[in-house]
């Protein structure tokens, strides 16, 4: 399956070959980047989860060491990997690869912090301070990066990332995160949708100034818009229906003159939705029934409807999940996404991006080119991949390294 995914790479993305464009910062380099390159996207493609892993696995000898990819990857360049990523997509997209969904390019942003330790840290590490249990303050070092995804009905699409830098805050690194979305996919999405703390009129301003819309959560019952939502919800009556075991009651409002920071007319969307589930009951024989009602508020500057229903429209905003699921939640769990392979700030930025290119191809070889029922799921098939990885005695040489 390892020979599979990499002759799926080259035939439909050019991988190795776009990867030898990536070049890094060493004055006299003795091995040539795209080795060094190669060799991190043997790891991550067959999941091994640590260098140390890859080099006993490579059976030493005319590999680079561990030091020399993790010294490479500090200066490795972050916009030629980044490069690679635009590649892959724009071959996927013109491929009939991807999918919309609800019939709309839909972009997701979020922020994600990799924790290093009490004791790892470097001059870009941010820290917070922490009490242990018995009252002493110790220091937690971590890094945080903002990502930008494109969701999908069957797996999304990560399309970059950029750091949270000390001292600054999730909003600023998106800011950037946003600008250089655009200029490398300006076509790639319509709306972007963010949690409660991209509900900015900065963010607003910069979606549209790119021609894309946003929705983001409301959830500060402070803010004027929330109490004016919730006013007028009293006054109409909600659209109501039913999809699978949850109810919605929704509202629909337009609002003016509530939002100093952003300035113009929005749309506030109410939905309500009851759920209700069997559990067994505790200790005793049988089963009780449990309702639970989440209330959701979301602010927008679209005005029409996904596909012509609010339904549609509700069911978009709730596809935010998608990069606290799909993205951050599988890439740490599956992918071992949060392990620092080289603790500086371009490397850990290096390795993530890297990862992405791996997971994205990962994603659409596993939806498209996986026809054997037996493969149920995607760890079943990242095992097989690295069960193949592990049994090859000369892996590198199979793969077609452009010099
Ligand atoms: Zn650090």
Redesign the pocket.
């Known amino acids: 399956m390892f020979k599979r995914i990499i002759k799926y790479s080259n035939k439909h993305f050019s991988l190795f070959k776009n990867l030898s464009s990536i070049t890094d910062r060493r004055l006299k380099p003795r091995i040539d980047t795209i080795k060094i390159v190669t060799a991190v996207i043997c790891m991550q493609l067959s999941n091994l989860g640590s260098l140390n892993s890859l080099f006993q696995a490579l059976a030493s000898g005319k590999y680079p060491s561990v030091s020399t990819i993790a010294r490479v990857a500090d200066s490795m360049d972050l916009d030629d990997i980044r490069a690679v990523g635009t590649s892959i997509y724009k071959k996927a997209r013109k491929q009939k690869m991807l999918k919309s969904y609800c019939g709309r390019w839909i972009g997701i942003i979020d922020g994600h912090e990799v924790i290093?330790s009490e004791y790892?840290?470097?001059?870009?590490?941010k820290k917070r301070k922490l009490k242990d249990k018995d009252g002493r303050i110790k220091y937690q070092?971590y890094?945080s990066f903002t990502a930008f995804i494109l969701a999908g009905p069957d797996f999304s699409f990560t399309l970059d990332i950029e750091p949270i830098l000390p001292g600054e805050g999730e909003i600023t690194s998106a800011c950037r995160l946003i600008e250089r979305v655009c200029k490398n996919y300006p076509k790639a999405f319509e709306v972007v949708i963010g949690d409660g703390l991209y509900l900015k009129g900065n963010i607003f301003k910069l979606l549209e100034s790119h021609h894309k819309k946003a929705i983001a959560v409301l959830k500060e019952e402070r803010r004027q818009l929330f109490e004016e939502a919730n006013n007028l919800s009293l006054m109409v009556e909600p659209k109501t229906y039913k999809q699978g075991k949850t109810s919605y009651r929704v509202w629909d409002h337009e609002i003016e003159d509530c939002w100093d920071g952003y300035g113009k007319k929005v749309r506030v969307i109410v939905s309500e939705e009851t759920t209700t589930k069997r559990s067994h009951v505790c200790d005793k024989v049988g089963w009780e029934e449990k309702t639970e009602i989440v209330n959701w508020m979301w602010v927008t500057n679209l005005f029409e409807d996904f596909s012509g229903d609010l339904k549609n429209t509700v069911k978009v905003c709730h596809v935010r999940w998608q990069i606290e699921n799909k993205c951050f939640n599988e890439t740490v769990n599956t992918w071992n996404a949060d392990h620092i392979y080289r603790?500086?700030?371009n490397a850990?930025i290096a390795f993530l991006l890297l990862l992405f290119t791996c997971v994205n191809i990962f994603n659409i070889f596993h939806a498209r080119n996986i026809k054997d029922r037996t493969i149920k799921s995607r760890v079943f098939l990242i095992e097989k991949i690295k069960t193949e990885f592990l049994a090859i005695k000369r892996p590198l040489p199979l793969i077609p390294v452009p010099i």
């Open positions: 290093t790892c840290k470097c001059s870009h590490c070092y890094h603790h500086s700030k850990i």
